[in-house]
């Protein structure tokens, strides 16, 4: 894709990042559920002890760039398997869906879960999200309808 390109996450794109969860909030009908600040967003991702990485799709025109997606991941440990990539959030903005960015995200994913060492990635998708569902097949992704989502807040 011209004039796109995958790059690491800087302190000084959070605030376009979380203009974006909050899109995928609304787009997964749950804008009401992001209650984290600028302030503990960047905290996390930039501060002495770092819990998540990113990569931003960005485009560039006149010299001009937008962030149009984010893939978000930390580092999962199983028991049963060692260390995983966990991808908490994959997104590209609406209005550049469908044009391949999204796989130009997920393959870095893979890049770097393999530069790591990971034994592989994990995520959730909802069960209505066909078109995230669609994508993930692409990649032979094995689905869990057994287990269950549980959480509790503090």
Not at 106 to 125: C, P, Y
């Amino acid at each position: 894709m011209t004039g796109v390109t995958i790059r690491d996450v800087r302190r000084e794109d959070c605030p376009r990042l979380l203009e974006l969860i909050q899109e995928l909030a609304e787009y997964e009908k749950a804008p009401q559920e992001v209650t984290v600040t600028l302030e503990h967003f960047t905290t996390a991702g930039f501060g002495e002890k770092p819990v998540w990485k990113a990569f931003a799709a960005a485009y560039t025109e006149n010299g001009h760039e937008t962030i149009i997606g984010f893939a978000l991941y930390y580092i999962r440990y199983s028991t049963w398997k060692g260390c995983r990539m966990y991808l908490e959030d994959l997104l590209v903005t609406g209005s550049w869906r469908g044009k391949g960015i999204g796989k130009l995200l997920f393959d870095r994913l893979i890049e770097e879960a393999r530069e790591k060492e990971f034994n592989g990635i994990a995520w959730q998708v909802l069960e209505w999200n066909e078109p995230a569902i669609n994508f993930y097949k692409k990649y032979e992704a094995q689905f869990d309808t057994e287990w269950w989502n549980a959480s509790i807040t503090l």
